[in-house]
């Protein structure tokens, strides 16, 4: 970065970084030394004689005198550093110089020490001194095997050494109790934890002398709300004790434990010298000090009155080793009682001290200005007021970082006792004690800041019948309080011990009244835990500075001179925002984000920078207005800061000794002689010295590290943050001198009124986020100027939305309170604060206009952080112009620049639009008095633009009508004179209407319900408002209104869009909620409707109407619960398929039209176990049964094959029952009446007339199972007594069999397969667009199953329920491709991808091939399964197979139609035939045996067919063939009793066919008498494959295989020119039929007869099939004798 630079032509251009200058006092005539080295110096640290410099490249070098090295150099000028050689091999980070001790650690986080060791403070042991860096090791005992632990920060002291780990816990070595570790062995020679810190994240140590400081990260809300313990860690006693008195009860928690004592004598520890006895004490020493405007009846403690009393009451030291502090600092309640002694245990309870007891103490401790201040108390009335002029730098934040916590374990349990001991009365106070803490919580604060009126005052009012209660304020303050806790917001109410006289019998009303009155505050004005966005980017400004070491001098900051053994936080610094610490010899610095430094400890020689007493607490250094410090260095007795100028230039001042030459080494008590600040002076020579980075102090030495200005890029970077830090002391000012005071009034909530009430808390809180993260960037750029300098790592630039989002939503926020009017209302309570002369207000909002009035002053004051933000752009512009154009970091800084400027002038028109609505309502009421139009104000709302100067108005409208047109940024409205109407944005469309056929400046409105004409007065006008309409709907529609920076808008909104509308017009929507896609005014897309009476659709819409694919859910009236139908709509109605489930439990599943079912669906009534339960699956027509249909009757164990008409059976048709009776016939009326065939289980049959269901009245021959029958007139019913008139006939045994022949052929009453399930067929002929079968273009088929695939995708990838298996999608995607060989002359090769094709349309239920299947297949299994698995079917069954084959047939020549009729020939290929065959064979069991020379159905749709018919068709062949596999089966168990050797000769197998050796698990074994199962074992397992094939082909293939099997066995035995002849190959099949065990030969036999392929019936495949039926009978037959 340096080599691209040059000089900006200062005196010296010799474009360093990193000059170090070193002198020492304060003097006009002191001249800082340059020490020239030939790097840039990063980091300094001066010990009391010595120094140590850390340069770039990571090398040390040291300065100075240096005892520790007899052998070497012991003293090296400041201006020739030596090198420190034993780090040489390193790369050190950082340095540390103790008094005469050094450190200094490595970037892989190692320890080096060397210097003085005579305490342990290198932490080496068995050397007093350690001449050259050495590791030292930091290692964690807890872990097993012990690792070491990674160091961020070293900071040594005189005897000991702190280090800070990567985990942010400190370690300590060395000698003191200010290494607060718990031992009393001294030198720790080894670096252990310090385990007071332990769990909190420690982000700084520093070591004085002997005192050490840790800044701690404050604990997050929800860690401080630990229940606090009930016993002291330490001493096993109980935190509270409870006293019963005789009117009241008093709880108190005056626990004493003595740790931190241990290093006084027991006596002093006790009762120092003109103490009072310690409970005898007034106050507690944790309590507040009290802002000089704080009521006189307020309670409070002084830190000089109190400044011992922490000892001897309130230390406590819990189980994990934080402090608890505890006190009994309580006020008796009553005025009378002002002589009772004070509950409590023992010989502890002692009266509280008299006037002059008080007045002698505090000679004694302090000055007399403050002991005539403090005498004003009065102690029987329990009130007394400190001093001003102590306190008025020492106002603390009111909101602490930490919010307090609402209850405490221990006290809580002590109060349920105690009401369990007084009654409910006490329960009583106790909530209203919660309520009170609960406030406190949310307005921690008194108001004000010191000396201005108006705050609220402190306390419960006193009196001698009211309660004085205070609830511990915050866990902080239980854990580790000090006596320099001065927070202010806990002066209200000081009593620690919960006094209840009386029983409680009156409590004031007063107090109740008090306690829960609504106040505005209940947003914390420090943002708890920062803002989230931030996270770990920017430095945490809620911290603690905590303290532990000697006290003499004051230096711990606790208002005592005690020792503390181990780390307390100072209490007072907790909400001061403290960024980094400093200590001295014996003094302190704590310097905060407000550039304000806190000093204490020894002022020997004005070191503080203020000559205020005690010094024993915080106090701020006296700086003049506007001076902001950034960095401090603290030495022996004197302190260094670094701060902002008047221009970017930063300056020193230093406050302390006065060094003259020669007389350095005079001891500290002799310097009476010696001159001194009494407060920071300016270093006249800073500006010479350039750009100052960091500065340094140790002994009386001062150093600063200072760069020159490259090419401008250092002056612009301490630009950035020296307006940062002037930004954020402003924002800061602003939050306590305007918004605390404010926030505070009584009056402000019935000023604003409750909706402007949550507004101003929303500003508030918005504010005090913007005022945190400007905290934090401002403290995150000065630590940025101390080390790197360098622009990369700015977190404006990396994280520049957490800025913007933080500005955007606070200008949304101050717009909004803006639009409602909430600053004229603040104006009158700010009036009454702030006076007719708010100078103050106008000097923060830099208002230099007169007599402008209160409110738009406010109004100024909260805009002008928007200000800031020209101020980002600038300055990342400025440091831009440091580099190339063309180089990346300039293109870095020029985005920054462009996104913070695009947003300044975002919010600049936002607030424009703001100013503009809240000025249109102000003046609103004069315009008009249209009714209602008020409630319109809302705070998010903007006024665009408004008609009420005639500019806009309504096309036809009456000569006296009034129309006034609003545009807001959500909605238009249309105001008439008594009534409004508003059109929301997101459903509004504006076109404009061309002029030249009118002559008139048109706009046309549509919205979902209205569409009307505005004329417009000129065509100006008329661009205006279809420009601000677009926009105002486009910004409502992408929300660019409330964030962005609005670049880039289109010129007008999208047509379609999404968005939420409520129906109030239209008759069919009535009242309904849209929510979905529009398209001009109409839902289109997808969406949901939501009446009012719980009808809900979701789904698509087209034209304003359901249409596509949608759930509709409609509550019935009587039932409770819902109909629900899912499925097909058009033009708002049901249509195509779809499910409904109807409340009553039916459930339809099938084709709807009009609302209306109609096509083929399902209907299942009941549940089975309900009263009727059926299922009906068929045709529909108008929401009625009619056409072909099946119904299962479940109750009545029937069903019904056959015709309907309007819900009833009419034509012919077929019943079967489950005791097995058959009836085929006519029906009428439902009935069974006409002609019909009855046949019952054992072969009875009636053929003739029926009048009623089973019931006999006619004509008709009844036939008996042997052959007798009666031919006649019958009357009754089936099954009881029938009435014959007619003759009986018994046929002869002679007579010819002609005449045997009786039984009745069935299936000729039934319906003709053909006519079955016609509707299924003709719904996928209308999916593939055609109105009749047959009847339609081929393309716009093939373009309709296309659409179908893409929309079924899209509808199955929008509803996850639905989703398909991948291989389903995969088979999806291939689908939708129009294939190629629908068209041209099919080949082999095309009969082959066509029969994939096949194959996979439908396997597919979105195709309408795969939808046809599926259907099929379910009113297949619908017909056959359960009661329809009846024998007599069987012939019904095939014959709707074939049926089907034929009739998909024709749909498969429709879509290929050059593929050859059923039985045509595809032409042979030229190649070999036999090839062709073969390749063919081998294909997949789908195949048929000839390889498709003919073209026929069975064999290419069986094989898609069959296998899903299976079941329920194998069945039936089963219940058919029964009796006769029977007999099959018997025989086939008989004869395989026989050995193989046996079987073979009975069934006349030749001699020569018997295998001689079979192989057994692979070796050959000879055949003997008693070999079983093992000849021709591959035919017969081969065999054995046929029961798990499913078509006649494959099974057929099966058989062909099995005879291969039987060949290539008998062929290994005989010559190779073997030819079969039947009567040898027979007994051999035989013999693996028999072995094969097939259970239902019978059936298979049949279902390949039936079903077989006409072609092979007549080839090779025939005979052998014709071999197997031979077998099948020959096996029934065969006699075993």
Not at 574 to 600: I, Y
Not at 620 to 635: C, H, M, N, T, Y
Not at 1403 to 1408: E, G, I, Q, V, Y
Not at 1644 to 1663: A, K, N, R, T
Request: charged content about 20%; proline content about 6%.
């Amino acid at each position: 970065m340096e080599s691209q630079r040059k000089s900006s032509g200062e005196e010296d251009s010799s474009g360093e970084r990193g000059s170090l200058h070193t002198w020492k006092g304060y003097s006009y005539s002191v001249t800082p030394e340059r020490v020239l080295l030939s790097r840039p110096v990063l980091q300094a640290a001066l010990g009391t004689r010595h120094g140590v410099l850390l340069v770039e490249g990571g090398q040390v070098y040291s300065f100075g005198e240096f005892p520790w090295r007899q052998s070497q150099v012991s003293e090296v000028g400041p201006l020739k550093p030596v090198l420190e050689s034993a780090l040489s091999g390193q790369r050190v980070v950082a340095v540390a110089a103790g008094s005469f001790h050094s450190g200094a650690l490595t970037e892989d986080g190692g320890v080096h020490m060397w210097g003085e060791n005579s305490f342990g403070q290198c932490g080496l042991s068995s050397l007093t001194v350690v001449p050259n860096p050495t590791p030292v090791a930091v290692m964690d005992p807890d872990t097993s095997p012990p690792h070491t632990i990674r160091v961020l920060e070293l900071a040594c002291g005189e005897q000991h050494s702190l280090a800070l780990s990567a985990q942010h816990e400190v370690w300590a070595w060395g000698s003191g109790c200010q290494l607060g570790l718990v031992t009393t062995i001294f030198p720790v020679w080894k670096p252990q934890k310090v385990e007071h810190l332990v769990g909190r994240h420690v982000l700084q140590v520093a070591c004085g002398a002997f005192h050490s400081l840790a800044l701690v990260r404050c604990l997050p809300p929800q860690e401080s709300r630990r229940p606090l313990p009930d016993k002291c860690g330490q001493c096993n006693q109980l935190l509270y004790t409870m006293t019963d008195k005789e009117d009241h009860v008093i709880i108190s928690d005056s626990h004493y434990c003595p740790l931190g004592v241990e290093l006084l004598a027991e006596g002093e520890a006790r009762l120092g010298p003109g103490r009072s006895p310690p409970l005898g004490l007034l106050s507690s020493p944790s309590e507040p000090l009290l802002s000089s405007h704080t009521s006189a009846s307020a309670p409070g403690p002084h830190p000089s009155i109190t400044e011992h009393a922490d000892y001897e009451r309130g230390r406590t030291v819990a189980q994990n080793g934080e402090v608890l502090t505890t006190t009994d600092a309580d006020i008796s309640a009553s005025g009378t009682d002002s002589d009772r002694g004070v509950g409590g245990a023992g010989s502890r309870n002692s009266p509280y001290p008299d006037d002059q007891a008080v007045k002698e103490y505090l000679k004694k401790q302090s000055d007399t200005s403050l002991a005539e201040e403090t005498a004003k108390m009065t102690i029987a009335g329990a009130s007394f007021q400190p001093p001003a002029d102590s306190l008025d730098l020492l106002t603390s934040d009111l909101i602490p970082g930490v919010m307090p916590v609402t209850t405490s374990s221990a006290l809580n349990n002590l109060v349920s006792s105690c009401a369990s001991a007084v009654g409910e009365r006490v329960v009583s106070t106790y909530e209203a004690l919660s309520l009170k803490k609960m406030i406190n919580y949310y307005y921690p604060g008194i108001g004000g800041v010191a000396g201005v009126p108006g705050g609220v005052p402190g306390g419960f009012p006193g009196g001698p019948a009211e309660v004085r209660v205070r609830l511990e304020e915050s866990m902080q303050g239980k854990k580790s309080c000090s006596t320099g806790d001065i927070r202010e917001e806990e002066a209200e109410g000081l009593s620690r011990r919960l006094s209840l006289p009386g029983l409680l019998s009156q409590v004031s009303p007063r107090l109740l009244r008090r306690a829960s009155r609504p106040r505005v505050r209940a947003v914390p004005l420090t943002p708890v835990g920062g803002l989230p966005e931030a996270g770990e980017l920017l430095p945490s400004l809620q911290t603690e500075v905590w303290s532990w070491g000697r006290g003499e001098e004051g230096q711990l900051g606790h208002g005592d001179n005690l020792p503390r053994l181990q780390p307390l936080c100072i209490k007072c610094l907790s909400s001061k925002e403290v960024v980094l610490v400093a200590a001295g010899a014996h003094h302190s610095l704590a310097l905060t984000a407000q550039s304000q430094v806190f000093s204490w400890g020894s002022n020997s020689s004005g070191q503080l920078g203020h000559m205020a007493s005690p010094t024993t607490i915080p106090r701020l250094a006296k700086l003049s207005e506007g001076i902001r410090v950034w960095d401090v260095g603290a030495g022996a007795q004197h302190t260094l800061l670094l701060a902002d100028g008047d221009c970017y230039q930063p300056i020193l001042y230093y406050s302390g000794q006065q060094v003259r030459e020669g007389v350095q080494d005079t001891p500290q008590d002799q310097t009476e002689g010696y001159s001194y600040t009494q407060q920071p002076v300016l270093l006249p020579f800073c500006m010479n010295l350039g750009y100052v980075s960091g500065v340094f102090a140790g002994g009386q030495s001062c150093v600063a590290l200072a760069d020159r200005n490259i090419m401008g890029f250092i002056a612009s970077l301490h630009e950035l943050a020296t307006a940062e830090r002037k930004f954020y002391c402003k924002l800061s000012s602003v939050k306590n001198h305007i918004l605390r005071p404010l926030l505070d009034l009584e009056s402000l909530s019935t000023a604003l009124g409750p909706a402007s009430t949550v507004l101003l808390r929303s500003l508030v809180r918005c504010y005090s986020r913007l005022c945190h993260l400007t905290g934090q960037h401002s403290a995150s750029l000065s630590t940025n100027l101390r080390r790197r300098r360098e622009f990369k790592s700015l977190v404006m630039l990396e994280h520049a939305s957490i800025f913007l989002d933080t500005y955007n939503e606070y200008c949304c926020s101050v717009g909004n309170f803006l639009v409602m009017g909430g600053f004229q209302a603040l104006a009158k309570p700010s009036l009454e604060f702030f006076g007719k002369c708010p100078e103050l207000l106008q000097r923060l909002a830099e208002s230099s206009e007169e007599n402008i009035p209160l409110s738009d002053l406010l109004v100024t004051l909260f805009y002008l952080p928007m200000r800031h933000l020209h101020e980002y752009g600038r300055l990342l512009f400025k440091l831009g112009t440091c580099f190339e154009v063309s180089s990346v970091d300039y293109q870095k800084l020029q985005d920054g620049c462009s996104k913070f400027e695009a947003l300044a002038l975002h919010l600049k028109r936002r607030r424009k639009e703001a100013e503009y609505t809240y000025h249109f309502w102000k003046s609103f009421p004069g315009k008009m008095t249209v009714s209602g139009l008020d409630s319109l104000r809302k705070p998010r709302r903007r006024l665009i633009c408004e008609s009420s100067n005639k500019a806009l108005t309504l096309q036809n409208s009456g000569r006296f009508s009034v129309n006034w047109f609003i545009l807001f940024n959500d909605a238009l409205v249309h105001a008439q004179f008594s009534t409004h109407h508003v059109f929301p944005l997101a459903t509004l469309w504006v076109e404009p209407i061309p002029e030249e056929n009118t002559g008139l400046h048109g706009l046309k409105l549509i919205s979902p319900e209205e569409t009307f004409t505005l004329l417009a007065c000129s065509s100006m006008e008329k661009a205006k408002w279809l420009r601000s309409i677009n926009q105002a709907v486009d910004q409502a529609m992408t929300g660019a209104g409330q964030s962005g920076s609005g670049a880039g808008q289109r010129a007008e909104p999208p047509i379609s869009r999404t968005a939420s509308y409520t129906f109030y017009k239209d008759s069919r929507l009535k009242e309904a909620t849209y929510e979905g896609r529009w398209l001009a005014g109409k839902p289109n897309g997808r969406g949901m409707v939501k009446w009012l009476d719980g009808r809900i659709y979701t789904g698509t819409f087209k034209n304003g109407l359901e249409d596509g694919f949608g759930d509709y859910v409609m509550p019935s009236k009587t039932l409770n619960l819902n109909d629900h139908y899912q499925g097909h709509w058009k033009e708002g109605k049901m249509h195509g398929i779809g499910t409904y489930k109807y409340a009553t439990g039916e459930l339809y599943e099938g084709s709807f039209q009009d609302n209306m079912r109609h096509g083929h669906g399902m209907l299942r009534s009941g549940t089975l176990n309900s009263s009727s339960p059926s299922v009906f699956i068929g045709q529909w027509v108008h929401d009625k049964k009619t056409g072909y249909g099946v119904f299962d009757d479940i109750t009545r164990g029937e069903k019904y094959m056959g015709m309907w008409q309007d819900d009833q059976r009419q034509g012919t048709g077929v019943i079967v029952t489950q005791f097995g009776l058959y009836y085929e016939g006519a029906f009428n009326n439902n009935k069974m009446q006409g002609t019909g065939v009855l046949l019952s289980e054992d072969n009875t049959t009636y053929e003739g007339e029926f009048s009623e269901d089973w019931t006999l009245n006619g004509k008709g021959v009844l036939t008996m199972p042997n052959g007798d029958y009666f031919e006649g007139s019958f009357t009754g019913e089936w099954g009881s007594g029938l009435k014959v008139t007619g003759s009986f006939f018994k046929p002869n045994l002679y007579d010819s069999d002609g005449d045997k022949g009786r039984a009745v052929k069935l299936g000729r009453l039934a319906v003709p397969p053909e006519e079955k399930w016609r509707v299924v067929f003709e719904e996928c002929w209308m999916r593939l667009g055609c109105e009749a079968p047959g009847q339609g273009e081929n393309q716009r088929a093939w373009e309709n199953i296309a659409v179908a695939l893409t929309t079924s995708r899209r509808q199955h990838r929008d509803s996850p329920e639905m989703n398909l298996s991948r291989t389903q999608n995969r088979m999806l995607e291939s689908l939708e491709f129009i294939p190629q060989q629908h068209v041209g002359p099919v080949t082999m090769e095309k009969y082959d991808s066509i029969r994939r094709y096949l194959i996979k349309a439908c396997d597919m239920p979105l195709h309408p091939l795969g939808r046809l299947m599926e259907t099929l297949v379910a009113v297949y299994r619908m017909t056959y399964v359960g009661v329809g698995a009846n024998r007599r079917l069987l012939l019904q069954a095939v014959n709707e197979i074939m049926s089907y084959l034929a009739r998909i047939f024709q749909l498969v020549r429709f879509l290929f139609p050059d593929l050859p009729e059923e039985g045509g020939a595809i032409p042979e290929p030229s190649s070999d035939p036999q090839d062709k065959k073969d390749s063919n064979c081998a294909d997949t069991q789908l195949e048929s045996p000839k390889p498709g020379r003919v073209v026929s159905s069975s064999a290419l749709l069986l094989p898609v067919l069959l296998p899903r018919l299976y079941p329920p068709l194998f069945t039936l062949y089963a219940l058919e063939k029964e009796k006769e596999d029977d007999v099959y089966w018997e025989c086939v168990l008989r004869l395989n009793k026989q050995p193989d050797v046996a079987l073979l000769a009975f069934l006349g197998v030749q001699h020569k066919f018997w295998p001689v050796s079979v192989p057994v698990l692979g070796e050959k074994t000879e055949v003997v008498s008693s070999t079983k199962d093992a000849c021709f074992a591959s035919a017969t397992e081969t065999l054995q494959q046929i029961s798990t094939t499913f078509t006649p082909s494959d099974k057929l293939q099966v058989i062909q295989l099995t005879f291969e099997e039987i060949t290539k066995e008998v062929m290994s035995s005989l010559e190779d020119n073997f030819l079969w002849s039947m009567d040898d190959l027979f007994p051999v099949f035989l013999y693996v039929v028999l072995r094969a065990r097939i259970r239902n030969l019978g059936s298979e036999v049949s279902l390949i007869e039936d079903l077989m392929d006409p072609c092979v019936q007549h080839g090779e495949h025939g005979i052998m099939f014709t071999t197997l039926k031979a077998c099948y009978y020959q096996i029934q037959h065969e006699k075993t004798t």
